[in-house]
């Protein structure tokens, strides 16, 4: 009979330290995108409401959305970046340097 696996549906459950790993990287996806999507209203309200209301203008609609697409697309972009620098040097056997 089969075990339920604690850690995730795509945990190997005869490994352990993989369902642990696996979870690991589960939790901080999550914080990420939490961080992500708190920068983002942080920094977009402040440059496109400047006297919030009841509801947004159309214009503070609009800077806003033009700020979540810029913000997000920056943070795909330094993250794609900071994913292949981590790569490399884990290729070249060295330890990551910031």
């Known amino acids: 009979m089969d075990s339920i696996n604690p850690f995730g549906a795509g945990s ?3 490994d352990p330290k993989t369902a642990i790993m696996n979870q ?3 939790e901080a996806a999550i914080t990420n995108a939490r961080q992500l999507i708190e920068k983002l209203n942080e ?3 402040q440059i496109c409401v400047p006297k ?7 214009g503070e609609q609009t800077c806003y959305s033009n700020c ?3 913000y997000m697309a920056s943070w795909n972009t330094v ?9 490399q040097d884990q290729g070249k056997g060295g330890m990551v340097s910031l």
């Open 24 to 26: 690991i990287k589960q």
């Open 52 to 58: 919030p209301g009841s509801s947004l203008s159309k």
């Open 12 to 14: 190997d459950s005869g």
């Open 68 to 70: 979540m697409e810029k």
């Open 43 to 45: 920094n977009c309200f």
């Open 79 to 87: 993250s794609r970046q900071y994913i292949n620098r981590i790569q």
